[in-house]
């Protein structure tokens, strides 16, 4: 069943064509053909969405797995996700679902309501909702909706995302999304046009709006051996976030493991994602984390004045250790972050 789409134009009053604005893509959508999304149609001129209200996952996750560290630390977030994405990683990790409307042109979900997904969430004794596993952008009117009931409700909204939103979504985003990880995949455009199909540019300037609006910001950086783990790479994106977010900004370089069509890829060495965690050290970055290897020790957050453990984390297993009021406990230095003890 299809919803009214939001943030779209009709080309003209002759021109039975749309453009669609809820991403950079920025879709020109010809009757009766889909957007780079698979999931948005032109139906006789009106732009519909085809996944509102169509979950095809809803778990209860630990908030650590989005990833976010400095969110609500050790709480519990409410996932859900529908079909679809606007880009085509040759890696993704969850290309069973993202990719499952152009892979095998279907739009599956089971039916749940805005109201209903907060409901469950509250019952579920989560402090937030996310939208996540694919990407929340393309099912923005569902999300929205979904966060609104959310806030009602007292519980917070996340994006895990692209960043390839327009700055239109982003202004309705404000206020009702608190927290948002944003994949930084590489820094160089070749890397985004020949394995995702989308662009950098986008994505830096979104980076500097989300922090603008006032909505918590991660990034995630996935290390693909062969594809984005070189020295100058990584150092240009941890320069980059240092030099345009700050020096707070958290930094989750994380581990590849062979997924979609790079099944023949094997995952990412351990002795790159640290090289990469000095290289964001070397860069100023206070918060860099190694991701997907349970047990490393740069999953944990130390302070980053007296190096005390705040934050003690194996896996999605995470105990506050020396934080209180936000604040380490051993020499007073604020830890930035959304609701930390």
């Not at 009117?141 to 909204?157: I, M, P, W």
């Not at 984005?228 to 581990?255: K, M, Q």
């Not at 964001?280 to 970055?285: F, H, I, R, S, V």
Request: one cysteine or more; a neutral charge.
């Amino acid at each position: 069943m299809s919803h009214a789409a939001i943030l779209w134009e009709r080309l003209g009053p002759d021109d039975p064509r749309v453009r669609c604005n809820l991403c950079s893509h920025r879709c020109v959508i010809p009757p009766g053909r889909l957007g780079a999304c698979c999931v948005r149609e032109n139906i006789d001129g009106e732009l519909v969405t085809l996944v509102y209200d169509r979950t095809i996952a809803q778990n209860v996750d630990p908030i650590e797995k989005k990833p976010l560290f400095h969110f609500q630390p050790g709480s519990k977030s409410f996932s859900i996700a529908t079909v679809g994405c606007n880009f085509r990683c040759a890696f993704c990790q969850n290309w069973e679902i993202s990719q499952l409307p152009r892979e095998r042109d279907a739009v599956p979900g089971q039916p749940a309501t805005p109201r209903q997904i907060a409901q469950a969430a509250r019952r579920a004794g989560c402090a937030s909702i996310a939208y996540t596993y694919t990407e929340p952008t393309i099912f923005a009117e569902y999300a929205l909706d979904c966060a609104r009931e959310a806030v009602g409700l007292g519980l917070k909204n996340v994006f895990v995302s692209n960043g390839y939103m327009t700055p239109e979504l982003l202004a309705l985003m404000a206020g009702l999304i608190h927290g948002i990880n944003v994949d930084l995949k590489a820094g160089v455009g070749d890397f985004y046009h020949k394995v995702s199909g989308a662009a950098l540019e986008p994505v830096l300037a979104n980076l500097k709006r989300i922090q603008a609006l006032g909505i918590w910001l991660e990034v995630t950086t996935l290390v693909i051996p062969g594809l984005n783990d070189g020295v100058e790479e990584l150092r240009w994106v941890a320069c980059y976030l240092f030099d345009t977010l700050g020096p707070d900004v958290p930094w989750h370089i994380s581990r590849f493991y062979p997924q979609y069509k790079m099944a023949d890829t094997p995952p990412t060495p351990t002795a790159t994602l640290e090289r990469a965690w000095h290289i964001g050290q070397d860069a100023g970055l206070r918060y860099v984390y190694v991701g997907n290897v349970p047990g490393h020790d740069a999953e944990s957050t130390r302070c980053p004045h007296c190096g005390e453990v705040v934050i003690e984390r194996y896996g999605y297993q995470t105990r506050v250790r020396a934080l209180r009021g936000g604040k380490c406990v051993r020499c007073g230095t604020l830890i930035p972050g959304v609701e930390m003890p």
